[in-house]
């Protein structure tokens, strides 16, 4: 048995701090605001974050993650992010374009491993990150192809947010749903909204159909 080793006299006490445990979950507190803050950004809602931590971490609970997983879910969603001044439009736009394929049904993982391989593929750039504006015009021209195949109708002067919902309105009403689409007169983010809220119906919907 080992004992204590007692303060020296007149040795002033030693100032004890919040501790380890405390750190911690200081930490913990602030990874998931930044994680929740990417999510944002990336126009990404409660569902759709939930079912990138299962496929990304396999864990679909934030509460459920060491910080070390916190970590790196959030070097995920920060992947390409280079801040306000520094981000490349064609980065979002092509990311918008393969959620946009995934809530269509034209594709299972719309996670940013599955778009680096199919920019590899086109391109031979090994991540979507690295994409020149060069590069990127083919790559999003081959995704639109892509869409085109899959029921979305691009026409001249339409925004293409509004061609996707068309798309996804027309599916929903081959399976017998009718739904109401947003004005012209919506938001980029309320039209987001909306293409993750019928997009996530239609494959609830064919899953059922097919089952």
């Not at 491993?113 to 504006?133: E, M, N």
Request: hydrophobic share 45%; with cysteine; proline share 4%.
């Amino acid at each position: 048995m080992t004992a204590a080793r007692s303060a020296k006299p007149g040795a002033p006490a030693r100032a004890i701090g919040p501790g380890k445990a405390a750190f911690q979950q200081q930490a913990r507190r602030k990874l998931m605001i930044a994680i929740r803050a990417a999510c944002r950004r990336l126009g990404l809602d409660e569902d759709c974050r939930r079912e990138t931590q299962l496929n990304i971490i396999g864990i679909a609970s934030m509460a459920q993650m060491s910080n070390a997983q916190l970590g790196a879910l959030l070097d995920h969603f920060n992947r390409g992010w280079k801040g306000p001044m520094g981000h490349r439009a064609y980065i979002g736009k092509i990311r918008a374009l393969w959620w946009s394929l995934y809530w269509l049904g034209a594709l299972d993982q719309p996670q940013d491993h599955a778009i680096d391989a199919f920019v590899r593929r086109q391109t031979g750039t090994a991540r979507l990150a690295f994409l020149d504006h060069v590069a990127a015009h083919s790559v999003i021209e081959a995704l639109k192809s892509w869409a085109q195949r899959s029921g979305v109708i691009w026409l001249d002067g339409v925004p293409e947010r509004e061609c996707v919902l068309a798309a996804l309105a027309r599916g929903l009403d081959d399976l017998g749903f009718a739904v109401e689409l947003p004005g012209h007169g919506a938001s980029p983010r309320d039209q987001d909204l909306a293409i993750a809220e019928l997009g996530k119906m239609l494959r609830s919907l064919r899953r059922d159909d097919a089952s």
